[in-house]
């Protein structure tokens, strides 16, 4: 891909992993993206960070863990992930909670960088 | 920028989190967030205190179609299908706060 095609795509999750496939779609959007060398984050707000909650244990519902996948996102040069500060501890959580390094941000700082974006993809 | 929300104010968390992490725009209330667009409810007072910051818009043919159309809220401006698409075209970027 020619250098400047690159957009800066913005995947915001605000839903709870497995109760909705909204989740695990948002994943194979975001490593499709990656693919197409876009410039790809992510944001985590509402029941959206709990997508990123450490520990999961899918056996007894008989579905695909796909948390180990947001560590592998580095693979793919997926580095940006933020997650709403206002969020977290709504939900009793702490950066320490989660599956993998994010960058917390105040809904402030959070619009700002959703202002910056070409693309909004919602889940 | 345009954003987009199509949850009912009184049943989902969309508005709020739009209201609290956007940054000042224009804010489009469609299907069952046309609700937040009308007086007497919870969640007016929100709305409001919101017209300070962004420019609201609601679609009049989903108003019309949960017959609240006569009740928006001062401020609120309607726009049918047409004004739905100048907003977008206007707007450099549009998120749905789904």
């Known amino acids: 891909m020619t250098e400047g095609t690159s957009k800066k795509f913005m995947f915001v999750n605000r839903t709870a992993p497995y109760g909705t496939v909204y ?23 509402d029941d959206g960070v709990y997508q990123l909650k450490k520990g999961q244990q ?11 996948t947001y560590r592998a996102l580095e693979g793919y040069d997926v580095e940006k992930l933020y997650v709403e500060r206002e969020s977290l501890a709504a939900r009793g959580l702490t950066e320490a909670d ?25 889940f | ?6 949850k009912s104010p009184l049943e989902r968390n969309s508005l ?27 969640t007016e007072t929100r709305v409001r205190e ?27 401006t309607t726009v049918d299908y047409s004004g739905f698409v100048d907003l977008v075209a206007e707007n450099r970027s549009c998120q749905s706060w789904l």
């Open chain 1, 23 to 45: 989740a695990l779609e948002s994943l194979e959007v975001v490593l499709i993206s990656a693919a197409f060398d876009q410039d790809v984050s992510l944001a985590f707000i």
């Open chain 1, 58 to 68: 899918t056996k007894g519902i008989e579905t695909k863990n796909f948390s180990p």
């Open chain 1, 98 to 122: 989660l599956i993998v390094d994010v960058t917390v941000l105040g809904s402030r700082e959070l619009g700002q960088l959703i202002e910056e974006q070409d693309a909004i993809f919602s």
């Open chain 2, 1 to 6: 920028m345009l954003h987009i929300i199509n």
């Open chain 2, 16 to 42: 709020d989190a739009c209201l609290r992490i956007a940054e000042p725009g224009t804010i489009l209330l469609i299907e069952d967030a046309v609700y937040a667009a009308t007086r007497g409810t919870a």
């Open chain 2, 50 to 76: 919101a017209l300070a910051r962004f420019k609201i818009c609601a679609l009049l043919p989903d108003l019309e179609a949960r017959a609240v159309a006569d009740r928006v809220i001062d401020g609120v």
